[in-house]
């Protein structure tokens, strides 16, 4: 991290520049026991995939609003700095009627709110 980091962008991508070995994310799921611990090259890459998504699959702009409807995981990080990257409005457990795009979790109550989304 350095003084010139202003987006959540900025601080992966310094922190990919200082060591991208390290550990960035350590996911622990109590119900299940997995433990999940994540690079920090290997989380920037799952942002960049996730990014390159919303953008080229879902055509999202700078300026959209993309409601996560999604449990407390580290893919959830994950959808959280991709939308950051691209410019977009992340709306944790916002309306899906007022968002552009709805990313959905498993859960049936989750896709049943997703379907009140006009877009994908």
Same mark, same amino acid.
């Given at each position: 991290m350095n003084a010139t980091d202003r987006t959540p962008a900025d601080l992966l991508s310094s922190a990919l520049a200082a060591d991208p070995g390290r550990p960035l994310v350590t996911f622990y799921d109590d119900a299940t026991g997995e433990r999940v611990e994540l690079s920090v090259a290997t989380f920037a890459n799952w942002v960049a995939k996730t990014a390159n998504l919303l953008q080229d699959e879902?055509?999202? +702009?700078?300026?959209? $609003?993309?409601?996560?409807?999604?449990?407390?995981?580290?893919?959830?990080?994950?959808?959280?700095?991709?939308? @950051?990257?691209?410019?977009?409005? @992340?709306?944790?457990?916002?309306?899906?009627?007022?968002?552009?795009?709805?990313?959905?979790?498993? +859960?049936? +109550? /989750?896709? +049943?709110?997703? $379907?009140?989304? /006009?877009?994908?």
């Open positions: 879902l055509s999202v +702009e700078p300026g959209d $609003r993309v409601t996560l409807l999604l449990p407390a995981h580290w893919q959830t990080a994950v959808w959280l700095l991709a939308c @950051a990257s691209v410019g977009v409005v @992340a709306d944790v457990g916002g309306d899906p009627s007022a968002a552009d795009v709805v990313v959905s979790g498993p +859960e049936p +109550e /989750s896709l +049943e709110a997703a $379907r009140a989304c /006009s877009g994908p």
